[in-house]
């Protein structure tokens, strides 16, 4: 099945390769009527990145939806909370298409500030939903941040208007942060989670792995191990004993290292779904992690 969908993707980009639009009038030409599935990126796209967009085109084959997958490009600056990390991320925009169409993709949008901001960016957010504001994990320590992810998710989705839109399990707050944002706006838009793609090593893909020094590489391996140690005890306040020595062992003082309700994100009651997650930085670079936990 997955070979069929594979040769299916093959010969359709012979004959259509991926086509790509800056503004909302050339994005509006090549997707005229056509409902699509959209993957919202910042570019500097790895392997993770790849398998959304791969699901993504084959979501929109599943469905018939003629707009078929629309990947969006934009690396968005009311996202970040430090000028310096906005100023330093990846731009490999070339590269970027060239895997975008060999995972599938009909359309890149790679538009530029005034095209998602035609107003400025102080453009006003509706309120946050809880997610976004109560658990203190990247609320906390990125303040600004979801406003930010919000305001640019529901730009794009004005721009593109999706039917589907899929995220990676990878930003686990954000997912429900924007599965509830677009449930709360009535926005009629599905939003799909797909799990974190990681090297062999454990290491979840990320655009910021290449900041990482080798002796760092080696170091960061220690998150995706304190998360599969969580999973091995019984209870949240030992899972969170348990990720912060596999992390000490590594010398990684983490921002936060917690068990927590995986919707709510808040404190883990007995008999929901629950997730561990981990912020850390190891040597300049500033890394996110997390797993389902228990049940
Ligand atoms: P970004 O470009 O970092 O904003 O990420 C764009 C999308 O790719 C987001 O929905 C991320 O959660 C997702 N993503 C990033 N890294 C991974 C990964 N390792 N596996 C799966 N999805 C990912």
Redesign the pocket.
Known sequence: MVRKGRIFVSISRLLFPVRIAKSQHELDLLRPQGRCVV???????????A??VGAAAEKARELNLAGGCVVTIFVNPTQFNEQADFARYPRTLEADIAACEASGASVVFAPDVGTVYPQGTDVLVPPLPPQATRPGLEDRLRPGHFAGVCQVVLRLFHLVKPAIA??????WQ??QVVKVMTQRARLGIEIVG?????DLDGL????RNRFLSSDDRARSLAISRALRAASAEGNPSEAEARMHSVLAQAHIAPEYAVVRDAETLETYRSGRPGRALIAARVGTTRLIDNASWGG
Do not use: N, W, Y
């Open positions: 993957v919202p990126t910042m570019g500097a796209l790895h392997e993770g990145h398998s959304l899929m995220f990676g399990e990878k930003d954000q997912l797909c799990e974190t793609i990681r979840a893909k990320s655009s």
